[in-house]
């Protein structure tokens, strides 16, 4: 990701093979928006307008893939077009259950090999239950998230989504998944095969973290959906990081990973705009999520 977030604005006059070349995610979003490659010297808005598509919510999503630390302005939420983002993100669904996992799946088996029963059936089972806790993950926004955008755009009124960690488990189950492959595959495993497994996951979590900034930070907030947003999870953390735990005093009491600890530390830190202990332990008090006799 490029670190000079004031650059937010990719231009439309800029030609498309130009834009395509700056980040190597870039054409999986082209792909998903439903525009097909031969574009010539076009600009961005000429190849987008040519295939139905619009192109301020084209550069906004590539914006979110492009631009670390990306935060999308009022004017760039009220310019999307918010069902087109729903249908990327359906495609992403798509993507991930379709191509991605199958892939993974296919050169996981080859990785430990047939004569492996044993440890094929462990990977295989943890890597169903992987999958099928994605596919729960993506039914709850085909049912919850999506319709209430939807009822939002056409003035009906719509239960807004339910809380929780919806994003969280898929993440970390992901990240498991590599430190499995990383660090405790059997000597014997086709080192060739695990370069690729590992390949299709740093590729799915990359993506998938933007999948999920997309609906958080330009889905739901273009639709109108208030609050901090805070998950439970992500609320936790905070009353830890405010009672004054360390990042792995909290990995140890939740069983989560330091690395998925910090994640969800900056997560909390975008979604607040506050940075210090000192500013979250405020809002904590602010929000009732502690109280006052148990700050030292």
Known sequence: MTQN???????????????????????????????????????????????GVNPDTFLLICSAYVFSGFKPTRDMLEKADLPGIVQYLRRSHCYYMEVILPAMAASLERMIGPGDTRNLQIINKFFADYRDGLQKHFTFEEKEVFPYVMATLSHRKADAPSAGDHHGDAKERLQDLKS?????????????????????????????????????EILLPGAGFEG?????????????????????????????????????????????????????TVYALLNNLIDMNTVE
């Open 5 to 51: 977030p004031e650059r937010y604005l990719l231009s439309p006059s800029m030609k498309m093979a130009e834009l395509m070349d700056i980040d190597f995610s870039l054409p999986g979003v082209l792909a998903r928006m439903g525009i097909p490659f031969g574009f010539g010297d076009k600009t961005v808005e000429e190849v987008c307008l040519d295939n």
């Open 180 to 216: 499995l492959v990383m660090k405790y595959s059997p000597s014997h495993c086709d080192q060739q095969e695990a370069y690729k497994v590992l390949f299709y996951i740093y590729t799915l979590e990359e993506d998938f973290d933007r999948h999920t900034f997309i609906e958080d």
């Open 228 to 280: 901090d947003n805070l998950t439970e999870r992500e609320k936790e953390i905070l009353v830890c990081v405010a009672s004054g735990l360390l990042n792995k005093e909290i990995a140890d009491k939740f069983g989560l990973s330091i690395h998925t600890v910090i994640s969800h530390r900056k997560n909390i830190t975008r979604k607040t705009g506050i940075k210090s202990v000192a500013g979250l």
